[in-house]
């Protein structure tokens, strides 16, 4: 596994027991959160907006409109901290001092680049695509010069990561073990519903493949 | 419905037809969300980081120790933006340019300060307690002074906020409605999964009803 070591900015102080920051466990987290929180300074002040992401290898790529205040603000080489979060439970102990949440965490630190090259443009945005649902890429009607100049991809490599996990049950204090009040842990997840084709695919298109995999891979467990 | 009208800093600028300023909206995306990200900006640098936050009328408050790093921040009057997003489906077009997601997010921007009233401190802690999981405060063992003592809480006015919605269909390029593509939207929800009891709570304790609650309002729907 790639580890990169902590730097004074990604080095976790609080819950150090948390940290992580292997590559494998970093780009996980990154790969299966749907969305990112981006945070930039603005006048000086902070901005943190969610956004779509997607991860080629060692780079994020973030896309939007040409008017995006923060896609702006990126291409020109600001500091940008990107965070990912999932909540994989709630973790109730006896205390609330003590209750918690089991969740997986990434945060990568760095500048943005604009990414002007067309054959890296095109590949961003089939990789944003296919980091949203697998396989719809190649169901969609194909992407217009139009569209690639409409839209504006920047950049960030993944130099300065790292990861914090918590995961397990509550950790009550010694003398509340035996106190009857319960505890445990609540999992939660992210499920797909029952899909609603919009009038023309309705009753005449059978649902794609993509669609099927992704009701499949995000069904309830319970 | 209070509205606040957009400053400079909250007014959405891109899709403006999905901003929302009225404290009503702002406010249930808030209570509704499990977590935040708070973007703050330390030595020149953005950090985004996720945390509990509750909403108190006009207050949201975080809490966290005293040696939190963010936390540390904030009580210092720093400039602060906190962003939350629900995410509500995923909305397939029939090109990829089109695609999208359907989401509900509010940022909340201002300075935050450190709560030191004990009554104040005291009220946080418990609504943040029952902003995770309704209930749970009066079946938990009492906070004690140690723990108090032991815990920051910092508070930041909802004076400054702006909320963007998406929902509904896609909305494809006329020239690519008839396409012979499948089209939708795959809803997305948080569900709970079944409770797992530490090994103290297993067959001795019946699920308390902060529990069965929370269960029956995350049951998948489909």
Redesign the interface.
């Known amino acids: 596994m790639r580890s990169q070591g902590p730097t004074p900015?990604t080095e976790v102080?609080?819950k150090a027991d948390r940290a992580h920051y292997t590559r494998d466990t970093i780009d996980a987290i990154l790969d299966t959160a749907?969305?990112c929180?981006?945070?930039?300074?603005d006048d000086?002040?902070?901005?943190?907006?969610?956004t779509?992401h997607a991860r080629v290898g060692d780079t994020l790529y973030f896309h939007?409109?040409p008017?995006?205040?923060m896609l702006r603000h990126l291409k020109t080489g600001a500091?940008?901290?990107?965070?990912v979060?999932l909540?994989d439970?709630?973790v109730?102990?006896?205390?609330?001092?003590n209750?918690s949440?089991n969740?997986r965490?990434a945060?990568v630190?760095g500048t943005a680049r604009l990414v002007a090259d067309r054959d890296e443009k095109l590949a961003a945005?089939?990789a944003v695509?296919e980091h949203?649902?697998p396989g719809?890429?190649d169901?969609?009607?194909p992407?217009?010069d139009k569209?690639m100049k409409?839209?504006l991809v920047v950049a960030l490599a993944i130099d300065e990561a790292s990861a914090k996990v918590r995961a397990g049950?509550?950790h009550d204090e010694e003398d509340?073990?035996?106190?009857?009040?319960?505890?445990?842990?609540?999992?939660?997840?992210?499920?797909?519903?029952?899909?609603?084709?919009?009038?023309?695919?309705r009753d005449v298109?059978?649902?794609?493949g993509?669609?099927i995999r992704?009701?499949a891979g995000?069904a309830?467990?319970?």
């Open positions: 900015r102080r609080r749907s969305i929180h981006v945070g930039f300074v000086g002040a902070p901005v943190v907006l969610p779509i939007g409109s008017a995006s205040r500091e940008v901290c990107v965070t979060t909540i439970g709630l109730l102990a006896r205390s609330a001092f209750s949440m969740y965490s945060m630190f945005l089939r695509t949203v649902i719809r890429w169901e969609v009607r992407i217009t569209e409409a839209t049950p509550p509340d073990e035996d106190l009857p009040i319960w505890a445990g842990v609540i999992p939660v997840e992210t499920v797909a519903g029952v899909p609603v084709p919009d009038a023309a695919s298109l059978q649902e794609p993509s669609v992704y009701r995000h309830a467990e319970s």
